[in-house]
């Protein structure tokens, strides 16, 4: 009993002591230097299982157990080798990652090199994520997703990515800590409820409304266009179903999303609800402009347009 409590408190002791030894930057070849290999519990087990049956052999000096002995050191230390080549030569080439919005898991990308030989069981993950394997072919390369649930808005920096095998035996642990120096963009988690209308303003020139810019044309019907831009003229002559188009900038097409004005109890319900308003925008082709303080964004369509605007969101008062 003492023997085991002894075992447990000294090795989550000694692995917390080389946890802040990291390795370099990505990319990076693992080497000598980069590499930790210590015994897991059950190669401490093995250990002292050897020493007792080495004092076992010296006190009745059985040639038997003395061929024992040594077969199963001299297996525990090819295991030594076999587990620290599972690392070295590993290549860690970089990482890549989506935006997502809040309290969603990110996932990110770590790819992976094998080098010149196999590796049969490697594990990766953050510090309080879950274990991804992955097994690789000699010169083959892999992605290997680790995913890491989102928290708040703003940029998540996972930190260090943990390279480590128990490979072929389980006796020994040899492990990395490479620094992709990773991030990712966390949007604002959108409101469940759509910005009331009153909250979309028309585009304003020292506080008077901008008049409304000529016709432009008229396109093909999309999912979600105001029933009161719908050309139904043109349907009755059933020409398809088509919708009036305004210039960028007009009292329809100049919807501006202002932060000063958005309900909400603090700051970060408030930047939900633009989050919402903004996305709702997209989906219905209007083009919109965001107001944050004094970042201000003119009235535009597009995914560039929505990126640009969900990352003022997403990194909105924070340095």
């Not at 002559?237 to 210039?247: A, V």
């Amino acid at each position: 009993m003492i023997l085991r409590n002894l075992i447990g408190r000294t090795m989550p002791a000694l692995d917390t002591f080389l946890k802040g030894r990291t390795a370099g930057p990505l990319p990076i070849v693992l080497t000598r230097r980069d590499i930790f290999i210590l015994p897991t519990r059950a190669g401490i087990w093995f250990g002292l299982l050897l020493l007792a049956l080495l004092l076992i052999s010296i006190n009745y000096d059985n040639n038997l157990t003395y061929f024992m002995v040594f077969l199963l050191a001299g297996t525990a230390f090819l295991s030594t080798l076999a587990t620290y080549r599972e690392l070295s030569g590993l290549s860690l080439v970089g990482t890549k990652a989506e935006p997502v919005f809040a309290g969603n898991v990110a996932t990110f990308r770590v790819l992976v090199r094998a080098g010149h030989r196999s590796r049969q069981a490697l594990d990766l993950s953050f510090r309080g994520t879950a274990t991804s394997r992955a097994a690789l072919k000699p010169g083959s390369t892999a992605e290997v997703e680790i995913g890491i649930t989102a928290p708040r808005r703003g940029w998540l920096r996972p930190g260090p990515v943990l390279v480590e095998t128990r490979f072929p035996l389980g006796l020994f642990r040899a492990w990395s800590r490479p620094d992709p120096e990773a991030k990712v963009l966390v949007y604002p988690a959108p409101a469940r409820d759509s910005l009331p209308l009153a909250l979309l303003r028309t585009k304003t020139e020292l506080g008077r409304d901008v008049p409304a810019d000529e016709f432009q044309g008229l396109r093909r019907y999309r999912p979600g266009d105001p029933p009161s831009r719908i050309e139904w003229r043109a349907l009755a002559r059933e020409q398809g179903l088509t919708t009036r188009s305004f210039r960028s900038g007009s009292m329809i097409d100049g919807l501006i999303l202002d932060l000063a004005v958005t309900p909400g109890r603090d700051l970060e319900e408030r930047l939900s609800r633009l989050t919402r308003a903004v996305l709702d925008a997209h989906g219905s082709d209007l083009a919109f402009g965001l107001r944050l303080g004094p970042t201000f964004l003119d009235p535009a369509r597009g995914k560039g347009h929505l990126n640009r605007a969900l990352e003022a969101l997403a990194l909105h008062g924070q340095n």
